[in-house]
């Protein structure tokens, strides 16, 4: 039976699509993702993420980090609020993952 194991980082700060969104822009922030791939990986409404994208780029949370065509790639962003939001996720992961298989 396959168990469902929610991020620690969902567990915690809740399960909203912003917050799956950022989840899955952290976990895999070596690479830029279109919107499809963005909404199918973080289980986020294409519709919804589309509403999302302008406020996460308001604030720099995510930048345009390259344009195919009319395709734009987007990855984290490196301002000071992602850089919080890295430290409470790698803080987060300290503390419950321990909790969670200890």
Same mark, same amino acid.
């Given at each position: 039976?396959?168990?469902?194991?929610?991020?620690?980082?969902?567990?915690?700060?809740?399960?909203?699509?912003?917050?799956?969104?950022?989840?899955?822009?952290?976990?895999?922030?070596?690479?830029?993702?279109?919107?499809?791939?963005?909404?199918?990986?973080?289980?986020?409404? %294409?519709?919804?993420?589309?509403? *999302? #994208?302008? $406020?996460?780029?308001?604030?720099?949370?995510?930048? /345009?980090? &390259?344009?195919?065509?009319?395709?734009?790639? %987007?990855?984290?962003?490196?301002? *000071? #609020?992602? $850089?919080?939001?890295?430290?409470?996720?790698?803080? /987060?992961? &300290?503390?419950?993952?321990?909790?969670?298989?200890?």
């Amino acid at each position: 039976m396959k168990r469902n194991i929610k991020p620690s980082f969902i567990e915690v700060m809740g399960n909203s699509p912003i917050n799956r969104v950022l989840n899955f822009l952290i976990e895999n922030d070596r690479e830029s993702w279109n919107m499809n791939e963005i909404s199918e990986n973080a289980k986020v409404g %294409y519709s919804t993420l589309k509403l *999302l #994208i302008p $406020k996460l780029l308001k604030y720099d949370l995510i930048i /345009i980090h &390259k344009e195919i065509g009319r395709i734009k790639l %987007y990855k984290i962003g490196t301002c *000071l #609020i992602v $850089k919080k939001i890295r430290e409470l996720y790698n803080q /987060i992961n &300290k503390q419950v993952l321990p909790a969670l298989f200890g």
